[in-house]
């Protein structure tokens, strides 16, 4: 009798949790419809924007892949010979208005939990626009004064430090006009309503993209630093999407070596919906030629 009893109560265990998997995939599926019903926003993406995985063209990586977005933010620091490139590529740093920073709500400087507090967010995405542009510009700024730099002394060990220094800046220059990411985060707040009022305002060219998103942040590490001149800074953690998935008959024409990721080529159509998640939409592989949509 207790076998029984017991057979019956898993069997019943056993289509409760068929039932929770397929509510939770209805729910899934559901939401990705919505989000699909209707295309708010595209962005034109390539490689310099979209991050191959790191173990992607070994053998051990199957036919799909994921790519990263790679984005940054304005450098604010001054152009000097010492100044710190790494940072200046890979900056998570944005200054925001008086208004737009106190739309967070951060609490008070005196509360120890401050700097662990995060933020829901809506930050302004700026594709190869006026942002990139300044950038480029500061890097041919920082490239003509290393250029105009002379050794510090008549010594083949200065002349080597020097040399040194200017095939840095070439090759910083270079990056920044063919490999870096074009895509800048420019603006945040918590209500959209006051970025689409800023995205109104901003000047726009022909081959430039402006985009509403959410993301998350948080104070910067110097706001009750008063010495630091930093009180409406924020670091800009994660977008809510970081990452997008991409479909196998789409990954599939990379070149399957151990150095692909370093040879591939490629636009990726990227689309946003209703619930401004993105999805990649179309793909065209530089590296073989191929176009997919």
């Known amino acids: 009798m207790n ?4 057979n019956i109560a898993a069997k019943k265990l056993l289509w409760l949790a068929i039932g929770l998997v397929l509510l939770v995939n209805a729910f899934i599926l559901g939401k990705v419809y919505v989000n699909r019903s209707e295309v708010i926003a595209q962005l034109q993406l390539s490689e310099r924007e979209l991050q191959l995985p790191n173990n992607y063209g070994f053998t051990k990586e199957d036919s799909s892949a994921r790519v990263s977005l790679r984005w940054t933010t304005s450098n604010t620091e001054p152009i000097d010979i ?4 790494w940072r200046w590529q890979y900056d998570r740093r944005l200054p925001l208005n008086d208004a737009h920073f106190l739309s967070f709500q951060f609490p008070d400087c005196a509360q120890k939990t401050r700097l662990q507090q995060k933020r829901s967010a809506w930050v302004l995405l700026e594709l190869n626009g006026q942002s990139y542009a300044e950038d480029v510009a500061q ?5 003509a004064l290393i ?3 002379t050794p510090a002394q008549n010594t083949e060990w200065s002349e080597k430090e020097l040399s040194e220094k200017r095939k840095k800046a070439d090759d ?3 990056a920044a006009k063919t490999e870096n990411s074009r895509l800048f985060v420019i603006d945040a707040a918590a209500e959209r309503g006051l970025l689409e009022t800023a995205q109104r305002k901003r000047q726009t060219t022909a081959n430039s993209q402006l985009l509403i998103v959410p993301a998350e942040l948080r104070a910067g590490h110097y706001r009750c630093d008063n010495n630091e001149k930093r009180t ?3 670091l ?3 977008l809510a999407v970081g990452s997008l998935y991409i479909p196998k008959h789409f990954a599939q024409n990379f070149p399957q070596n151990s150095d692909a990721k370093l040879k591939a080529k490629f636009t990726a159509e990227i689309s946003y919906g209703r619930l401004f998640e993105p999805w990649v939409s179309g793909f065209i592989s530089t590296t073989e030629k191929k176009q997919l949509f």
């Open 147 to 149: 250029m105009g730099l």
């Open 3 to 6: 076998t029984r009893i017991n």
């Open 82 to 85: 010492n100044m710190n490139q």
């Open 236 to 238: 800009i953690d994660n």
């Open 139 to 143: 890097v041919e700024q920082y490239h």
């Open 172 to 174: 910083f220059l270079t």
């Open 232 to 234: 409406t800074e924020v």
